[in-house]
């Protein structure tokens, strides 16, 4: 395969995770924005990075960007170019909004502007490409499709499907960022290997209703992100999220920890109904309609 330009951007939403039941399935595009330029060079890799992550992120071919545009290129059969990056992160990093799985759709989407048949790493593809760095595609889903999406493994493990669904004109949604990071491992690190049947009915009840409500009837949100599979199991590793939560639900509003936490996400038709807690930044964002592209600058 060979290179039909050296020059391209990309965006790629921040995402929100299981939305209360639907773990490692539903997932929510946000309209806040990484943007990277990337060029392809014959040396090594170099990454600079403005906005969140600055000072902390890898500058070099450790970048999670790098790493995944590299493995695109290799899957379509481009030969091995190093990547100069200059990435504008809006996404928070560590705080349950997706930015790895944004990180990797973004080094896939490179390598579809980079080579010359862009079919050959189309959306279908940066998907399960994101879903295998991922481990599950939840996240996945909606960086590479955009809005709200469902999404599924196979029985067997081995591949993953996406769908979109739906979405009331009237659902917005507010953030609730706080001032410490958790990691994901940490997060799925609680989790029990085993939940008792009457909560698995519990959820596959909510996670249901949950289609529904975001789709057509808002008012059932509050009763449609109730959980039982991962939030109570998480409280532990992430007290004063937890605790935000149980306030904010117990006031009416759909509040659920944001994918593996710690931010909080409100599924609200008022947003300027959401309190802003002393010590986590509010923020009002909409839904994406799109997932990540990709533009040749040449």
Not at 157 to 162: C, P, Q, T
Not at 179 to 194: G, K, N, Y
Request: hydrophobic share 50%; glycine share 10%; charged share 20%.
């Amino acid at each position: 395969m060979r290179f039909a330009a050296d020059h391209v951007r990309v965006e790629v939403p921040a995402t929100s995770a299981n939305l209360g039941p639907g773990f490692d399935s539903l997932g929510l595009a946000l309209d806040l924005w990484d943007r990277v330029e990337a060029r392809a060079v014959s040396g090594p890799s170099r990454v600079s990075v403005v906005g969140e992550g600055a000072g902390e992120l890898p500058t070099d071919g450790r970048h999670l960007v790098v790493r995944a545009a590299q493995r695109a290129l290799e899957i379509a059969g481009a030969p091995p170019v190093g990547l100069e990056l200059s990435c504008v992160n809006a996404i928070p990093q560590s705080k349950g909004l997706g930015s790895s799985a944004s990180a990797v759709a973004a080094g896939a989407l490179i390598a579809r502007g980079l080579i010359a048949n862009p079919a050959v790493m189309n959306a279908g593809r940066v998907f399960r490409l994101t879903t295998d760095f991922e481990g599950h595609p939840d996240n996945a889903a909606p960086a590479v499709f955009g809005g709200a999406t469902v999404a599924w493994m196979s029985s067997d493990g081995s591949a993953a499907g996406a769908a979109r669904l739906a979405v009331h004109p009237d659902l917005r949604v507010v953030v609730l960022l706080p001032d410490f990071t958790l990691a994901t491992s940490v997060a799925r690190a609680a989790l029990p290997a085993r939940v008792p049947h009457r909560d698995a009915v519990f959820n596959a009840s909510r996670a249901a209703l949950l289609v529904h409500a975001i789709a057509s009837d808002p008012a059932l949100l509050l009763q449609a992100t109730e959980d039982r599979l991962h939030q109570p199991y998480r409280a532990e590793v992430m007290p004063r999220t937890a605790e935000l939560v149980a306030e904010l639900r117990a006031a009416g509003f759909a509040a659920v920890i944001s994918g593996a936490g710690p931010a909080v996400l409100v599924l609200t038709t008022d947003p300027a109904a959401v309190p802003e807690p002393a010590g986590w930044r509010w923020r009002a964002v909409g839904i994406a309609e799109r997932g990540g592209v990709v533009a040749r600058l040449d």
